[in-house]
C-alpha cells in the first residue's frame, strides 16, 4: 500500500563531488500544503532538484505514489504528475504567455484538456488573459512569476513544487501569491513551497520540515512552530 504520496527516504545530494544534501528524510501527503525552510545554502532547492530529476540522489529513495522517481529524467517526471517551478522562472522570454502555456501542456494525458486548462490557468491568473499575446519577457516580476506558476499547472500536476515563489514581488503581490497557493490547494493540488517569508507561510502550511546545513533540522504543524521558542529565535527574528 502507498502510505504517502511523496516519500523521501535518507537522501543524499552532491553537486560533482561536493554534498548539498545529507540523509535526508520526509513526506508529503496528499493534498496538503507542505513547506521547506531554513537558511540560505541549507539544501532547499538542491532537495527540489533531486525530487524533479534534474539532480540523482547518491544514496537514498524518492517514491511518488508508490513508484521510484530516482532514474527517471525531468520530463518523465511531470508526466507521472509532479511539477517543478523553479527559483528564476526559466520562461521563454521570446515567446508570448499563450505559447508559454501551451509548452506546458506537454505530457500526452493533458493534450484532450487543454482548453479547460488554459480556462483554469486564467481564471487562476486573470492578469495574464489580458496580456496573451504579449511576449513572457514583456511581462513585470510578478506576471513572470504568475505565468511560471500557471505553465506548471498546464501539466495537471497531483504534486507542485514551488521554490521561492514570492521572492522579489511587492508586499501586495506576496499576499496574492500566497492566496493563489492556497486557491490551487482547495482545488486538490498538493503544494511542496520553499520559501523564504518564512512568517506567511507557516501561517499556510499543515506541516513544515526545516533544513540547516543540508540536513533536516526539525519538522512540526505550521502554526506550532510559530509558537516553538527555539524556532522563533532561530527563523522569526523574535526572542522567545
Ligand atoms: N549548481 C551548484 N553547484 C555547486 N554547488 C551548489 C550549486 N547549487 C547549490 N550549491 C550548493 O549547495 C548547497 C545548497 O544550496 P541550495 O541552493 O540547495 O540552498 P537553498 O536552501 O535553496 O538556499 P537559498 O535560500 O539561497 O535558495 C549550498 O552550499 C550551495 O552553495
Ligand atoms: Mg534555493
Given amino acids: 500500500m502507498v502510505k504517502h504520496l511523496l516519500e523521501v527516504t535518507g537522501v543524499d545530494l552532491f553537486y560533482g563531488d561536493a554534498q548539498a544534501v545529507w540523509d535526508v528524510s520526509f513526506h508529503v501527503d496528499g493534498e496538503m500544503i ?59 522570454s521570446r515567446l508570448t504567455v499563450l505559447e508559454n502555456l501551451e509548452l506546458g501542456a506537454f505530457p500526452p494525458r493533458t493534450r484532450p484538456f487543454l482548453k479547460e486548462s488554459l480556462d483554469r490557468a486564467f481564471s487562476l491568473f486573470p492578469a495574464l488573459k489580458k496580456r496573451i499575446h504579449q511576449t513572457a519577457g514583456s511581462l513585470s516580476g510578478g506576471e513572470q512569476q504568475m505565468l511560471a506558476i500557471a505553465r506548471a499547472i498546464m501539466a495537471r500536476p497531483t504534486l507542485l513544487m514551488l521554490d521561492e515563489p514570492s521572492l522579489g514581488l511587492a508586499p501586495v503581490m506576496v499576499k496574492l501569491m500566497f492566496e493563489i497557493i492556497q486557491a490551487l490547494n482547495r482545488e486538490g493540488v498538493t503544494i511542496l513551497l520553499v520559501e523564504q517569508n518564512v512568517h506567511q507561510t507557516l501561517e499556510i502550511a499543515d506541516h513544515v520540515y526545516v533544513l540547516r546545513t543540508g540536513r533536516m533540522e526539525l519538522s512540526g504543524g505550521g502554526k506550532d512552530l510559530l509558537r516553538n521558542p527555539d524556532f522563533q529565535q532561530a527563523y522569526l527574528g523574535m526572542r522567545g
Fill in 34 to 92: 507542505v513547506a521547506l525552510v531554513g537558511a540560505n545554502g541549507a539544501g532547499k532547492s538542491t532537495l527540489l532538484h533531486g525530487i524533479s530529476g534534474i539532480i540523482r540522489p547518491k544514496k537514498g529513495d524518492i517514491l511518488f505514489s508508490g513508484i521510484s522517481l530516482i532514474n527517471m529524467k525531468p520530463e518523465e517526471v511531470v508526466t507521472l504528475g509532479v511539477s517543478h517551478v523553479p527559483e528564476g522562472r526559466r520562461l521563454f
